[in-house]
């Protein structure tokens, strides 16, 4: 067997910022405002240019930043939110916290994102049943890509219903041009350091439109903290950025467009070594990725990621149990029809290297690996 090449090459991406990392930690250490310095500021700032957003505020992860929106809305009990079950836990996680039920809805077979045409059958079914009261949307940016939001945003206007794109992955990506918020009432986003724009621990932040909605979810944040210090206002947590974490976001949002420049041309290069064995990766028309994955389908994905394995190439697979045949998750309603084109997926992705740094040898591996497999 080969040696294993990387999943994601974090490795390469610290050498080309390190002399950059190495002075910015050792300011916030020497400097001692290891909560909610300085730098946490910048951040924000930063996030709102490089997003196009009018306001952001950062936390502890890419979870609390989904539920903070919902807190500050007033989502709760007999609220129904509708989510893909093609995703991480944590967007549909958050709902229950808030009291809220969420309410599946299937996927576009070649995205992966949410089909509007099936929210839009959900949200009328769920308004027509009458026991829970549509409120909101969480569209997710699966593998980096961006969903479909003038369609989406199109059935929210038409209901009344909020907005959220669950950027956990895809923060930079855009459609004809614009980033999720233009169409979302707030973006969330994952620092996680295996994500597109990572940190080196746990780290997220909320884009939104409107600065009441973050003045709302900043109290949330910090403990539901009300005009004086130590006065609270409602019942919050504790979801701050370190700013440590904040620090190493600010080097690494220097090099990101040219990293998610780099993403792209290897999606291109791996469309062009395997995309007449395999169905590459479709993304959205008008729509730019910034490749958290690079996902493909197959038959027998165990004796693919075998084959792939004894070349010395990892892969993964998101997601192999849609959210709604989980346990804690089997109870919430779907929409009409069921889930088939999620459950199909389920059982045929698979996920290759991807970062953005890769080509040359390492990505000749994996293509030379997959036209293996496949042949
Ligand atoms: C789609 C999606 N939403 C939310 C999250 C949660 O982010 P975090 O791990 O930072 O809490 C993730 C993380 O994997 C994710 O992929």
Redesign the pocket.
């Known amino acids: 067997m080969s040696s294993m090449i990387p999943f994601i090459d974090l490795d390469t991406q610290r050498q080309h910022l390190q002399p950059g990392l190495d002075q910015a930690i050792a300011k916030v250490i020497a400097e001692g405002r290891y909560i909610l310095g300085p730098e946490v500021q910048e951040l924000e700032k930063q996030l709102c240019s490089f997003g196009e957003a009018p306001q952001a505020l950062a936390c502890a992860?890419?979870?609390?930043?989904?539920v903070l929106p919902l807190e500050a809305w007033g989502i709760k009990a007999g609220d129904a939110v509708f989510v893909p079950s093609f995703?991480?836990a944590?967007?549909a996680e958050v709902l229950p916290w808030v009291g809220a039920s969420a309410v599946f809805v299937d996927i576009d077979p070649e995205t992966y994102c949410m089909d509007p045409q099936k929210l839009a059958e959900a949200v009328k079914a769920i308004k027509d049943q009458g026991e829970l009261t549509p409120k909101c949307v969480i569209a997710?940016?699966?593998f980096g890509q961006p969903a479909d939001y003038p369609a989406i945003k199109a059935i929210c206007d038409e209901y009344g219903l909020k907005l959220i794109s669950?950027s956990?992955?895809g923060f930079g990506c855009t459609l004809n041009g614009h980033h999720p918020i233009h169409w979302a009432d707030a973006t969330?986003i994952?620092?996680?350091p295996a994500?597109p724009l990572g940190c080196y621990g746990?780290?997220?932040a909320v884009l939104c439109r409107d600065a009441e909605t973050r003045a709302l979810m900043r109290s949330y944040a910090i403990h539901g903290e009300g005009t004086e210090r130590y006065e609270y206002a409602r019942i919050g947590r504790n979801s701050r950025l370190d700013t440590i974490q904040a620090a190493v976001l600010l080097e690494k949002l220097k090099i990101f467009a040219k990293e998610i420049d780099g993403r792209n041309q290897a999606a291109q290069r791996y469309a062009e070594g395997f995309g007449d064995l395999v169905r590459p990766h479709k993304v959205i028309e008008g729509g730019v990725s910034v490749w958290?994955q690079y996902t493909i389908e197959v038959d027998d994905r165990d004796g693919f990621r075998a084959k792939l394995a004894e070349a010395g190439v990892p892969s993964a697979v998101y997601y192999p149990i849609p959210l709604h045949k989980q346990a804690p998750y089997a109870v919430y309603p779907q929409g009409a029809g069921g889930l088939p084109v999620t459950e199909a997926a389920a059982e045929r992705v698979v996920s290759l290297p991807m970062d953005g740094y890769l080509g040359g040898e390492r990505q000749a591996r994996v293509i030379d690996a997959v036209r293996a497999a496949l042949s």
């Open positions: 992860n890419g979870t609390d930043a989904l995703t991480f944590s967007t997710v940016d699966l669950d956990a992955q969330t994952s620092f996680y994500k746990d780290g997220g958290a």
